[in-house]
């Protein structure tokens, strides 16, 4: 294995902070209007919750 140099750590950081953008602008930017499109008025806020929830929970067991 070869010993990491200083731009192998800036390019790992800048796959990093795309991924980490990319997901940092769906769930409170996208990810409520989507489920506004989908579902009524009246249970937009239980199907953002649940759809977070199950999110999260997927997140822990990978």
Do not use: Q
Request: no cysteine; hydrophobic share 55%.
């Amino acid at each position: 294995m070869k010993k990491l140099r200083w731009f192998d750590y800036i390019t790992i950081n800048i796959y990093w902070l795309g991924l980490n953008m990319a997901s940092g602008s769906l769930t409170p930017i996208i990810l409520p209007y989507l489920v506004a499109l989908f579902v009524g008025e009246e249970v937009k806020g239980t199907a953002l919750g649940t759809l977070r929830s199950a999110g999260l929970a997927i997140a822990i067991l990978v």
